[in-house]
């Protein structure tokens, strides 16, 4: 049995994928695609995801892709220990704070990305789309609060695909300044999170990475890497006072929109 994993250790969304993974015991091989980042496109990997986004999920040369697609697809071969918790209602809760991880959260990380590691805005045009980062980490760590209430886990008695869906995220966050609040409850969550096995495993990864992270402006400003500005993020750099970073990047010609499938 092979199952291959297609990953890039920042990317939070491969970050669930190997942590639902490793909770269920389930041995894999992690591959990171040529150049992912870059827009340069990896042939094979292509063949298992055309958006030539990470993750995807080659399992005995079955592909899938898309994170949420992939966690389903573990959840239903592999259901022991399962992630989803048993009841519609909790089912719908995990999903929902999943959605709202992937979709709202995460920009704020790649747009903190974009500010200080790929150097897209300097002084006050940094400082106001970093304000903006800093406020909507806030409203939504004041929104997990309340979903977490006095549970022990997003999920309720037990880990699971809540707090895969958030994890990341928030490990992501700190990097940029935007830790919880001490003593909060999801600053005590995020200490009980990170105590498992399965999220240290990728933390660590992630923490690897960042260490060797050298000059990636230069990629940028060279057009050797083309950032990839789709939907939620590009929405994102807009609302946040960017509309300039992303002129110049058309102008310049390094960033990219999401692949055409053919
Ligand atoms: N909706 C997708 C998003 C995946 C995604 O955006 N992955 C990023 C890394 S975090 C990627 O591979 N981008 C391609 C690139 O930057 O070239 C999922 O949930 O899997």
């Known amino acids: ?29 992690a591959r990171m695609p040529n150049a992912i980042g870059s827009g340069q496109p990896d042939l094979e990997f292509l063949k298992a995801n055309p958006r030539g986004e990470v993750p995807a999920l080659i399992d005995d040369g079955f592909a899938v892709f898309d994170s949420t697609i992939i966690l389903e697809y573990i959840e239903d071969k592999w259901p022991s220990p399962p992630m989803l918790p048993k009841s519609p209602k909790d089912r719908a809760v995990a999903r929902t704070i999943e959605e709202v991880m992937d979709t709202l959260f995460e920009p704020i990380n790649w747009g903190m990305g974009e500010i200080r590691w790929f150097r897209r805005a300097e002084g006050e045009r940094a400082r106001h789309i970093e304000a ?24 309720g008695a037990t880990f699971g695909w809540a707090d895969l869906s958030v994890v990341p995220y928030i490990n992501g966050a700190i990097g940029s300044g935007f830790a919880p609040d001490k003593g909060s409850k999801l600053s005590a969550w995020l200490d009980r ?9 990728s933390a660590k990864a ?45 102008k310049n010609n390094n960033i990219r929109f999401s692949n055409e499938i053919s």
């Open 132 to 155: 903006h980062a800093a406020k909507q980490a806030r409203g939504t760590y004041a929104w997990l609060e309340r979903h977490l209430g006095d549970k022990q886990w997003f999920n």
């Open 206 to 250: 992630a923490a690897d990475v960042l260490a060797q992270m050298a000059n990636v402006a230069g990629a940028v400003q060279s057009g050797m890497f083309k950032r990839e500005y789709r939907d939620h993020r590009l929405e994102w750099m807009i609302r946040a006072g960017g509309l300039d970073v992303v002129l110049e990047g058309i």
């Open 193 to 201: 999170a990170n105590a498992r096995p399965s999220v240290r495993k």
């Open 1 to 29: 049995m092979s199952l291959i994993i297609y990953e890039h250790p920042l990317s939070p969304y491969a970050q669930k994928v190997k942590i639902s993974l490793d909770e269920k015991g389930v041995p894999y091989e």
